[in-house]
């Protein structure tokens, strides 16, 4: 019995001094991390919080059994460069079990508000113009650059009611990625000019964006009868369309059943995901139109003539792929151009000989 004591005192003591020396303030932030594509800098107007878009939630929770007021101080950094670094000291208590739930409108405030006394430290992006030039030009303009925002919020229990106490942190970022324009690529033309013809299976169709992770692309495909191409009257309102999915990346491969001296209009759009995660604007690239034909330009020995010569390169992941039963288009693309037949052969044998690094990819 004795022994059993001992220990349960043992055990006892060792909580004592968790309590006396753990964590005795919890700071989380949901959501930690967003992704825009547009970001104005009225978003965080610390003069009219009232009008900043809520953005993320952060939670303060007292894990002491003492009541204490905090201080909270805010850094938030651009690409890892510091730009506003200011203070504020809660004006309640914080008790255990009944956490703090603050947004960005009651933390980035340049007044006092129903939760935190008037901060110390400028809590204004005014001064940043005059000590960074990228952010200058681009906020002159009303508008975060791509790159990385980022918010540290770091809650510190007053010693005044909890001495020695440690901080702790959390973070809430946002990724800022800007699309300002599609440009499609191939195959064919802007409507009004002369559609060209393409006869490669299936039809590789290639446009120009900035590409992330979290941006799909939605691809339209419109076919017309011969004789009566689309115009730009017909092409939003006619056609029957053959395809019309979202997808990813700039490039989109895939045997369609496209006929032959029928025209095809395609355009490629996305979505632009801003502060409000709403979804009403769309960016779309204009229409490009092409004319199909069943007669093949790339003949079978030109075929077998470009698969050697991606068998000659001896490159491992290019044979792996072959390997496995894929095989060319017959298609090159390069600079943004797109080559066949005997310009993308020419274009292949460059290659012969010289080191190349190749990235496998799934589209």
């Not at 632009?272 to 330009?297: C, L």
Request: proline share 6%; net charge negative.
């Amino acid at each position: 019995m004795q022994r059993s004591v001992v220990v349960f005192l043992f055990i006892t003591a060792l909580s004592l001094v968790s309590l006396a020396y753990g964590q005795s303030i919890d700071v989380t932030c949901n959501p930690s991390e967003m992704f825009v594509n547009t970001l104005s800098t009225n978003s965080f107007d610390p003069v009219n919080p009232a009008n900043q878009p809520i953005l993320t939630t952060v939670s303060v929770s007292n894990l002491s059994q003492t009541a204490y007021k905090f201080k909270m101080n805010i850094i938030i950094a651009w690409n890892n460069v510091e730009i506003i670094n200011f203070t504020s000291k809660s004006t309640n208590l914080l008790h255990y079990g009944i956490p703090g739930i603050y947004t960005n409108r009651d933390l980035i405030s340049s007044s006092s508000t129903q939760y935190f006394d008037e901060p110390e430290g400028d809590v204004s992006i005014s001064h940043v113009l005059s000590t960074n030039d990228v952010l200058r030009d681009a906020l002159q303009s009303g508008y975060f650059p791509d790159g990385t925002l980022t918010f540290r919020f770091i809650a510190t229990p007053d010693p005044a009611y909890l001495p020695n106490a440690v901080p702790d942190q959390a973070s809430f970022t946002i990724r800022i990625r800007n699309i300002n324009a599609i440009f499609l690529s191939y195959p064919g033309k802007p409507i009004g000019q002369v559609p060209p013809i393409v006869n490669i299976k299936p039809v590789t169709f290639i446009w120009n964006a900035v590409n992330t992770a979290d941006n799909d692309f939605r691809l339209v495909i419109k076919e017309f009868v011969p004789g009566n191409p689309p115009n730009v009257n017909s092409v939003e309102t006619g056609g029957k369309k053959v395809f019309d999915q979202n997808v990813q990346g700039n490039l989109f491969t895939q045997f369609l059943p496209f006929m032959d001296k029928h025209f095809y209009a395609w355009q490629v759009s996305t979505v632009v995901q801003d502060e409000y995660q709403s979804d009403s604007e769309r960016i779309k690239s204009e229409w490009f139109v092409f004319r199909y034909s069943v007669d093949s330009a790339v003949s079978e020995g030109t075929m077998s003539e470009l698969m050697a010569i991606l068998r000659s390169l001896s490159n491992n992941e290019i044979n792996t792929v072959l390997d496995d039963g894929f095989f060319t288009t017959g298609a090159i693309m390069f600079e943004g151009q797109v080559y066949t037949g005997n310009e993308a052969l020419d274009l292949a044998r460059t290659m012969i000989g010289k080191d190349i690094e190749v990235e496998v990819t799934e589209y």
